[in-house]
Each structure stands twice: as structure tokens, then as C-alpha cells.
């Protein structure tokens, strides 16, 4: 079942593990910071909230036991190259085992990091693309193909059942199973709506529900961008549930 709760999308900064990760384009770089980040939703108010309890915690500890403390700050970067002829990640999840980064690219598959000896490694992708030659074939640019072929942008796996869930932005919102292969789809509207412009994505580990985003309710990814300079547009989230 997709109901639409929101009539705004709001998105949140997100790390995994306490790493951050940027993408170049033809890389992905995950960096551990010396300092976790915090995850901020609320603006001013929710820091300065965080701050307060940090404060309120360290002043119910002992000194004594807080000289014992030591902190050994480290901070590492990790350069992943992806495949040739692929762009990007904009989004990354790690399974149960702790196993990835996965990651969508531009030709439309999720890949999985197997460590430095194997590489990047194909674990999930729409029909498509093994059907179409231009999925698999470079013939044009990805802007031009992946309405066709896909673009899965978030992911996230329910922990429990191994599944991964995808929002790529043209097929909708995707799942497959622990071993990867052909994505099931899920949903591709809501309410007799089309989406447009899936994108962002996460789990409630506790309920199993799924929260995505459909980023335009106007124009696919691929116009996303210009239309948006000359007519307004909204986004909306979604929640998807089995049951």
C-alpha cells in the first residue's frame, strides 16, 4: 500500500557508520571524520537541543571518571573507482553483514563493493537491462538512456529480511532479494498518480515501512532541472507498506 503524508519532501543529512561520502563522478570516497557528525532534521533548534543533552550527559559523570576517558582521534578516506563508462553515486547502504558499499550508477545497475582484490561487482538492476543492448552497449549518453534503463538513486536495506530497496527515479520504488538479481517492482504511483522523480529513500527497521520521496510531480529527472528555473514545482513523500 502507497499513501502520500507530505505535501513537501524534507531531507535530512545522513551518514553510515559514522562515514561521510562524496561522489567525483567517476568515484566514490567514503571518509571517517574525527568527530562524528551529527544528524540534523529540525534546523537551529534540534542543535542546539542535541547540544543541551550532550552538556546535561557530561555533567551527571564523575570527573574522576571522566579523566579516564582518552579519545584517539583518527580520520581515514577510502577512493573507490567505479566501472568505466558509469557516473556516480549519489547514494550508498551497507547489508547486515556490514558487507558494500552498494551503490546505483548511471547505466542503471546497484553494484557491490567485493573489496580491493575483486571490485565493484553487478547485485541488482531493472528488466531492462539485461533486454535493452543500450543498457549494457555504451550507444549514447546516460541522460539519454536512462529512462529506459533506470537510474536507481537512494537505497536501504531492511536488516532483517536482507532485502534491499531502491528508488530509482523513472521504474519507481524497486526491492530484490538478498542474492541480488532482476528487481521486483514495487510501486509506480500513488493515488492513480505517476511518479516522476523517485529518489530519496529509508526503512523503519522496527515497522518494516518504507519512506521515499518522488522529487517533481511535473517532470522526470531529466527535465528536472531547467524545467524547474521557469515553473514551480513540489515534491512529495511517500510511505510503502507489505501488509
Known sequence: MICAFKSRATCCERTHANLSYETTGSALVLTKPTAPPLMVCGGAMSRWLVLLVGLLTISLVPSCAAAEVKISPTEWSLRLPLPDGVTGAESLAFDALGQ?????????RVLKWDGSAVGWTTFAHHANYRKLPMCTVAMAPSEETEGLCG?????AFHLESGDLYMADAYNGLMRVGPDGGEAEVLATAADGVQFNFVNGLDIDQVTGDVYFTDSS?????????????INPDHS????????
Open 151 to 155: 537510474r536507481p538513486l537512494g537505497l
Open 217 to 229: 510531480v511535473t517532470y522526470p529527472r531529466r527535465y528536472v532541472q531547467t524545467r524547474r528555473l
Open 236 to 243: 512529495i513523500m511517500l510511505k510503502f507498506t507489505s501488509w
Open 100 to 108: 558494500g558499499p552498494y551503490t546505483g550508477v548511471s547505466d542503471g
